[in-house]
């Protein structure tokens, strides 16, 4: 039987670096655009990053809000337009980055409200270049420091969407894990759910290849050994280091395949109840992962791992954790708006009859009405 052809290409620049030495490493530009959000610039990164810019001009957008809105994302556009702006450096979760692409594109546009215009109007807008970006993580999870996707939601009309290009990759990606030091235990738990996601759902994928497996079975490795350790000891920097790692490897995993129905399952559940991502699209894995274990794990090595992955999800009281959110009706009454082509159809996993199934399953350890 001849070999299914694939391919593998991620064009990010990957350093592990603090901010104090951080300098060098950057793109030339002398004016900077740092996207941030109000809790880093609290916790006194943003000071920390502006204070490495020797002979920079920084120009601070510090109010990026979880989940990015298209007509805040348009109109910040719109404001910034007028600024001449050489470089863009995003530092923050998976939401900051995601707005750091979507600026870094907009502002190489001179076409006003073009995120109204690519996702409300329909028009096929030919992305062909942006600013110089910078991604910076202060979480481990989303990964979105090496991946060609932001998400765009529209709040007023109810919608997600995801801009896909290649030109939304990065130039440089700078882990340093001393950033998620401060990080309380929900924000460290939830984006790391989110980086588990990832993986799982690029092995139960059908555009999945052997570098994208071997990716996500060391982040799954990386993640199962260290996440209970930082949730124990938040403190514990190399942990915390062996978390953004994962996140990373997690995230050039997707960069390939995109995610699948756990990730589809969960829009609507943020979009209409506020559920926090990385818990939206981690409460279906323990009912994903049981009825796909056979299928994904290839050898005894990796099914150990697997189970190991699938015990500690276990231990984490997902569906309670939903719950905490919205009713087992309201969860009911999305299911129509669960299943979404572009990321359902990659699921290549054991089928199930349909969304209500998995849903059902995966609430059915919570004993809740």
């Not at 129905?261 to 699209?281: F, K």
Request: glycine share 6%; with cysteine; charged share 20%.
């Amino acid at each position: 039987m001849p070999l299914t052809a694939w391919s593998y290409h991620n064009p990010v620049r990957v350093v592990g670096a603090s901010l104090s030495t951080l300098a060098p490493q950057l793109p030339h530009g002398r004016r900077v655009l740092l996207v941030t959000s109000r809790g880093a610039a609290e916790r006194g990164i943003a000071r920390q990053l502006e204070a490495a810019l020797p002979g920079r001009t920084v120009a601070l957008l510090d109010d990026v809000a979880p989940n990015p809105d298209l007509r805040y994302l348009d109109e910040t556009a719109a404001r910034l337009r007028g600024t001449e702006i050489d470089l863009v450096i995003a530092l923050g979760g998976g939401s900051v980055l995601d707005a750091g692409k979507v600026l870094a594109l907009l502002l190489r546009r001179p076409e006003p409200d073009l995120l109204a215009q690519c996702f409300r109007n329909r028009r096929d807008v030919a992305w062909t270049a942006r600013l110089p970006l910078v991604a910076i993580p202060t979480t481990a999870g989303a990964g979105a420091e090496v991946t060609p996707f932001a998400t765009v939601w529209d709040h007023e009309r109810s919608a997600k969407h995801s801009l896909a290009t290649p030109f939304a990759y990065p130039d440089l990606a700078v882990l340093d894990a001393a950033l998620t030091l401060t990080l309380p235990p929900e924000h460290t738990l939830y984006p790391a759910l989110d980086a588990l996601s990832h993986a799982l759902e690029s092995l139960w994928n059908r555009s999945a290849t052997p570098v994208s497996r071997g990716l996500a079975l060391q982040a799954l490795a990386l993640a199962s050994r260290a996440l209970p350790e930082v949730l124990a000891q938040p403190g514990d920097l190399a942990r915390r280091a062996d978390m953004q790692h994962a996140s990373l490897l997690a995230g050039m995993a997707i960069s390939q395949t995109r995610t699948a129905v756990a990730h589809a399952i969960s829009y609507p559940l943020t979009l209409h109840h506020g559920v926090p991502h990385g818990l939206a699209c981690s409460f279906t894995l323990p009912t994903l992962l049981r009825t796909n274990l056979d299928r994904i794990a290839h050898n005894p090595s990796e099914r150990l791992l697997l189970e190991a992955v699938l015990a500690m999800l276990d231990t984490f009281g997902l569906g309670q954790r939903l719950l905490q959110y919205l009713q087992r009706d309201d969860v009911r009454r999305l299911h129509g708006e669960m299943f979404t082509a572009e990321r359902s159809n990659n699921y290549n996993g054991v089928p199930f009859a349909d969304v209500a199934e998995i849903i059902d399953s995966a609430l059915a350890q919570t004993g809740k009405d």
